[in-house]
């Protein structure tokens, strides 16, 4: 049977994973977009309706209401929870009792209790949902590689895989509702971390005569290493092709590092978990985020305001 399928949050992340969804759907299927950015939604629709690209049809949706009402499966992608809890407001306004059980899947990363609320609610009206953040960045997105990571009961788990597994290659059932964005929000922290760490450790290598390239050579194949040591390097020229050597453009937006930081303080305060390191960080990641040179940029520039702060 014909499926209509609805994608909400055509952003970095959104648009590649609607684009890597929409092309493996089956060609009879229909797919229902919405942003309030028109010119993304706009773009989506020219980019998969032109003669060459075969595929599911793409539609713009009027409103929220009519992504609920018509579309089996729901994927969204959003930036923060205000943004989800309106969204799913909306849906829910549309979604009358003994309807068929549509399927709710939210990708973005937020807060535990919103995404709780939000999929309780959803439940109670009769639908299922579950909590599927990501990571692999707009890389994973675009090349369809990404870690999906899910909080839900093992039924909707087995409803939503197939759906992720055309976005993304792993998919990890971590336990009950509010569990997938538990597991992202640790991977973040210690991303945040190494992240800062690595910076931290280059600079005062480099400035105590080390060679970059060889102060990272020696820490990828040492115990320090880790991902921005070894792929996302925040020195620039150590790493070819990371943000550091483009003017740390593209990749994981400061601002987004610092939300997934403070959401994972607000996790842990949850659950009396003491964090240590968590009060540092904030305050370097809340000034890089404003600052002039690094606003706008990937997370990575954390070097780039160290060293600006030195002199
Ligand atoms: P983004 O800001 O590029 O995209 C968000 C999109 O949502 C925008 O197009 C925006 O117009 C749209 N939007 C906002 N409010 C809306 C509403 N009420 N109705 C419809 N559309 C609305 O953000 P992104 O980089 O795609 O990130 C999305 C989520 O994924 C965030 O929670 C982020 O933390 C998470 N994430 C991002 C990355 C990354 O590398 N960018 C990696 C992993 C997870």
Same mark, same amino acid.
């Given at each position: 049977a014909q499926a209509t399928w609805g994608f909400v949050g055509l952003g970095q992340m959104g648009y590649p994973m609607a684009k890597n969804l929409r092309s493996k759907i089956p060609a009879t299927d229909s797919l229902m977009v919405f942003d309030i950015n028109n010119s993304a939604t706009s773009q989506f629709v020219e980019e998969t309706s032109s003669s060459t690209n075969t595929g599911a049809s793409v539609t713009i949706a009027k409103n929220l209401q009519d992504v609920a009402r018509v579309s089996d499966t729901v994927l969204t992608m959003l930036p923060q929870p205000a943004h989800v809890k309106a969204v799913y407001d909306e849906f829910l306004s549309a979604l009358s009792d003994g309807a068929v059980s549509r399927l709710f899947i939210d990708c973005s990363t937020i807060d535990v209790k919103t995404s709780v609320e939000v999929g309780s609610a959803i439940r109670a009206a009769g639908h299922d949902f579950v909590d599927a953040p990501v990571s692999g960045g707009v890389v994973g997105a675009t090349a369809a590689t990404l870690t999906f990571m899910l909080g839900a009961s093992e039924s909707t788990v087995q409803r939503a895989q197939p759906v992720l597994e055309m976005m993304g290659k792993r998919v990890i059932h971590m336990g009950n509702p509010g569990t997938g964005i538990v597991g992202k929000l640790a991977n973040n922290y210690l991303l945040a971390i190494n992240n800062l760490a690595t910076a931290e450790a280059m600079n005062f290598g480099i400035k105590l005569g080390l060679e970059a390239k060889t102060l990272a050579n020696l820490i990828n194949c040492s115990t320090g290493r880790c991902w921005p040591s070894e792929v996302n390097n925040p020195v620039p020229g150590v790493i070819e092709g990371a943000p550091a050597g483009r003017?740390?453009? +593209? +990749? $994981?937006g400061v601002s987004l590092m610092t939300k997934d930081l403070k959401l994972a303080i607000a996790a842990a305060e949850l659950a009396g978990a003491k964090l240590v390191l968590a009060g540092a960080a904030r305050q370097l990641y809340d000034e890089a985020e404003v600052h002039d040179e690094c %606003? +706008? %940029?990937? $997370?990575?520039v954390v070097y780039k305001y160290l060293r600006l702060e030195e002199k």
């Open positions: 003017g740390y453009q +593209g +990749g $994981f %606003k +706008g %940029k990937d $997370f990575s």
